[in-house]
């Protein structure tokens, strides 16, 4: 049997940090509902922090790991 190579062009990733609201929309959920996955683990593509004495925590959901879980990607607007 032979065996199939496929290839793919990446996009043009940058490590741009996602929005959560333009995760959420591409995926068809909730602002929320991203960010408790994310903070539960079940969401793998992207990073939570919390610092001990906050109530807040941070997201960092780079463009290739956003892209490798759901497929979604948008590169970055050219400045003008």
């Known amino acids: 049997m032979a065996e199939k190579i496929y290839q793919v062009e990446l996009p043009p990733f940058t490590g741009r940090n996602v929005p959560i609201i333009e995760i959420a929309k591409a995926i068809g959920k909730d602002p929320q509902?991203?960010?408790?996955?994310?903070?539960?683990?079940?969401?793998?593509?992207?990073?939570?922090?919390?610092?001990?004495?906050?109530?807040?925590?941070?997201?960092y959901c780079p463009d290739r790991?956003?892209?490798?879980?759901?497929?979604?990607f948008r590169p970055v607007e050219m400045a003008v």
């Open 65 to 72: 790991k956003v892209w490798e879980e759901t497929g979604y």
């Open 33 to 59: 509902y991203v960010r408790v996955g994310l903070q539960q683990g079940i969401l793998n593509f992207g990073y939570v922090l919390k610092l001990e004495d906050s109530k807040e925590f941070n997201y």
